[in-house]
T-cell receptor, first 114, second 113 residues
Framework: GQNIDQPTEMTATEGAIVQINCTYQTSGFNGLFWYQQHAGEAPTFLSYNVLDGLEEKGRFSSFLSRSKGYSYLLLKELQMKDSASYLCAVRDLYSGAGSYQLTFGKGTKLSVIP | ETGVTQTPRHLVMGMTNKKSLKCEQHLGHNAMYWYKQSAKKPLELMFVYSLEERVENNSVPSRFSPECPNSSHLFLHLHTLQPEDSALYLC????????????FGEGSRLTVL
């Protein structure tokens, strides 16, 4: 089974940096993904880590520590449009599908304030 | 055209009705998915299709019945649903069944009365 934990809500100021943490417990781990979902819209893919370390993509970076079962998403130079839910998802062996599948956390709702 | 299109966007149905949700992807992907998104709950995987082959999720009630006539189209047939089935149903596609980069549709908001 999987257990993915991330904070429910966070608030940060425009222009600042915010870190959204995600911890997980799973077997057959094969990667960690972050998705962004604006209210009333579809989730969109942000980043992917399969090895330990930091992956940087513009203002967004994602970090993974497999030994600690821990990841974070770092958002720099926050903009109002970054207000959204951020979903942490773990890819692992899914017995029902016989292949690797994604299991999502509940998401962290980030509010960016002026 | 957008990558993954879902219809209808909103659906209200009674517990005895039969309705269907439709999903179409224009990305040339080989795998398609149905997810359920309820308030304060994580996205729940319902069904996976890879190259039109269905992969069962045993925890999904039989009142939900998927159909994948070809690699571009996916349906979710709904029959005798319960009020607790009210949720946002998201369709997604990916290049293959093992990738984690999913492309989601806008979802179908279902309300069961």
């Amino acid at each position: 089974g999987q257990n993915i934990d991330q904070p429910t809500e966070m608030t940060a100021t425009e222009g600042a940096i915010v870190q959204i943490n995600c911890t997980y417990q799973t077997s057959g781990f094969n990667g960690l993904f972050w998705y962004q979902q604006h209210a009333g819209e579809a989730p969109t893919f942000l980043s992917y880590n399969v090895l330990d370390g930091l992956e940087e993509k513009g203002r967004f970076s994602s970090f993974l520590s497999r030994s600690k079962g821990y990841s974070y998403l770092l958002l720099k130079e926050l903009q109002m449009k970054d207000s959204a839910s951020y979903l942490c998802a773990v890819r692992d062996l899914y017995s029902g599908a016989g292949s690797y599948q994604l299991t999502f956390g509940k998401g962290t709702k980030l509010s960016v304030i002026p | 055209e957008t990558g993954v299109t879902q219809t209808p966007r909103h659906l209200v149905m009674g517990m005895t009705n039969k309705k269907s949700l439709k999903c179409e992807q224009h990305l040339g992907h080989n795998a398609m998915y149905w997810y359920k998104q309820s308030a304060k709950k994580p996205l729940e995987l319902m069904f996976v299709y890879s190259l039109e082959e269905r992969v069962e999720n045993n925890s999904v009630p039989s009142r939900f019945s998927p159909e994948c006539p070809n690699s571009s189209h996916l349906f979710l047939h709904l029959h005798t649903l319960q009020p607790e089935d009210s949720a946002l149903y998201l369709c997604a596609s990916s290049e293959d069944r093992n990738t984690g980069e999913l492309f989601f549709g806008e979802g179908s908001r279902l309300t069961v009365l």
